[in-house]
């Protein structure tokens, strides 16, 4: 299970990139944004490491869900989100062409090192929740979060606002998932992780294909 934690995400970029036109799209083209995505994790992989995780250990279980928030998947979302929306609207502008692409592979490099971090870190009590129902929330939230983030660098006006805010309740709510699990509620986690999935998964290739209607 230790493999799923670790592959599904980059198994999973290499799987989207098949929906995509890769006509004329040169390989570092598809690596490099992975590459950087893994590069921008590491401002937010040292807080981390030196502060928010001694300091969540120490919460009760009365807040679990500020626990699971700071526990990397929460903070580490809108993290990415603010980054990638400051660069793309102020430094850099990317064509209609290539902009899902980008993001997504930005994104799914940031979330495969914290998978590695986990990898690394890994200890004897990891079960279910860690192994399995967190990369499938990790993969739908990189689902999500490319589609809204998408949205709002090519919208104007209100719009873009209203795709940002969706971007940023993405990491709010998948947080509740994890919280279910461990409220002895395995059942109703599991569904929704995986109806998450399913459902993030549809319409991330429907955006690619431009068929969405919204």
Do not use: H
Not at 128 to 142: A, T
């Amino acid at each position: 299970m230790i493999l799923f934690l670790l592959f599904s995400i980059p198994l999973t970029y290499l799987l989207v990139n098949n929906f995509f036109n890769n006509n004329n799209i040169k390989k570092r083209a598809i690596a490099l944004p992975f590459i950087y995505g893994m590069v921008l994790s590491i401002p937010i992989l040292i807080i981390y490491w030196s502060f928010f995780k001694s300091f969540v250990n120490s919460w009760s279980s009365a807040r679990l869900y500020f626990f699971y928030f700071l526990n990397k998947d929460g903070i580490f979302g809108l993290y990415i989100i603010a980054v990638l929306l400051c660069f793309f609207l102020i430094i850099k502008k990317l064509s209609k062409e290539e902009r899902l692409r980008e993001i997504t592979a930005y994104i799914m490099g940031l979330y495969f090192s914290i998978a590695l971090y986990d990898t690394l870190a890994a200890e004897a009590w990891y079960g279910s929740l860690e192994l399995f129902i967190l990369p499938i929330i990790r993969i739908s939230s990189i689902f999500l979060i490319s589609i809204f983030v998408t949205r709002a660098l090519k919208s104007i006006d209100w719009w873009r606002y209203i795709w940002m805010g969706l971007a940023v309740v993405v990491p709010f709510l998948t947080v509740f998932i994890p919280v279910m699990f461990v409220s002895n509620q395995s059942f109703v986690s599991v569904a929704s992780a995986l109806l998450l999935l399913v459902v993030s998964s549809i319409l991330y290739v429907f955006e690619i294909k431009g068929r969405l209607i919204f």
